[in-house]
């Protein structure tokens, strides 16, 4: 209990010091244009890295956890990567950061728009170019349809800015996290994942295209089992493992063809739910190692 204490206590300082100086770099950034904007934005993602860095050397002062980080080497920080992983935990989170600080460009990924008024960590995320996505409910489409499709453009305006500035972006793309009752609701025909969306990495393809550097599939694995914020924070997580594999993108999944519904969008899906078929046998075989 003291660790756990000690551990959030001592992020919430490291938050505190660098998000200040993210928030006033992030002001700064609103009268700049240009160059000088994009030099801002690498400025304040360089600040982002050594809050990362904060949180992995807390971690390690207090924790045991041992990682097994795979796959993450052959990248270049100036470059543009596309990430698609599980998702369990918000643990994941760390662990990606974790994975890609010193190898890859900082790390974007798509947030709830309520998020951005969460203290200092929200408006941080805003004046690093995260995008924020509005989630609506079916109900609430049915009587706003113009709302619908909003979150796409958000994803295409997001990745515009992207163009101009190394990136990585991440994306969970079953949308949320993986519960047993979540498997069962959506009858997903995986082990160990839920049925992946393919819009939004879809937006990213088309957006980026060419400029894209690489996309990696991410398998993020707790082989102990639970992998709340609190098991990790109490150091009942013994291991981690977080596996990289390279993934050729076919030419024709570059295009915007793959955002629209059509013959390609449905060879996408088919191309996206294969590589999820894998990846669930990958996460069989790692679970089987951890018991060898």
């Known amino acids: 209990m003291l660790r756990a204490f000690a551990i959030v206590i001592l992020m919430t300082i490291n938050v505190s010091i660098w998000g200040a100086l993210i928030l006033t770099g992030g002001l700064v950034k609103l009268l700049t244009f240009g160059g000088a904007r994009r030099r801002m934005i690498l400025i304040l993602a360089w ?8 949180n992995d050397q807390i971690f390690d002062w207090f924790l045991t956890t041992r990682w097994h980080i795979e796959g993450f ?27 890609v600080r010193g190898r890859a460009p900082f790390v974007r990924f798509f947030l709830k728009q309520i998020l951005i008024w969460f203290p200092i960590v929200g408006q941080a995320c805003a004046a690093l170019e995260f995008p924020f ?5 079916p109900e609430y489409l049915a009587h706003h349809p113009e709302k619908r499709g909003r979150d796409l453009e958000t994803t295409r ?26 498997q ?52 009942r997580i013994p291991w981690i493992v977080v596996r990289a594999r390279p993934i050729e ?27 999820w078929r894998e990846k669930d046998e990958e996460i069989a075989r790692i679970l089987v190692e951890s018991r060898a």
């Not at 080497?73 to 994975?99: C, K, M, P, Q, T």
């Not at 997001?158 to 047993?180: D, K, S």
């Not at 024709?252 to 629209?260: D, P």
């Open 157 to 182: 305006k997001a990745c515009r800015r992207y163009r101009h500035i190394p990136v990585t972006i991440l994306n969970y793309i079953e949308g949320t996290r993986f519960t047993r009752d979540k």
């Open 47 to 54: 600040m982002a890295e050594r809050w990362v860095q904060g």
């Open 184 to 235: 069962e609701d959506q009858e997903s025909p995986y082990r160990h994942l839920l049925r992946p969306r393919v819009g939004g990495i879809g937006f990213v393809l088309a957006s980026l295209g060419e400029q894209l550097d690489g996309m990696l599939d991410v398998t993020i694995v707790y082989p102990e089992g639970e992998a709340t914020l609190w098991d990790f924070a109490t150091n």
């Open 249 to 275: 993108v076919p030419p024709e999944f570059l295009s915007t063809a793959i955002a629209e519904a059509g013959p390609a969008r449905d060879r996408f899906k088919a191309w996206v739910e294969q590589l």
């Open 133 to 137: 996505m509005r989630r609506y409910t």
């Open 73 to 99: 080497d052959n990248l270049r920080r100036d470059g543009h990567y596309l990430i698609i992983s599980n998702h369990i935990s918000w643990v994941d989170i760390f662990a990606v950061l974790r994975a």
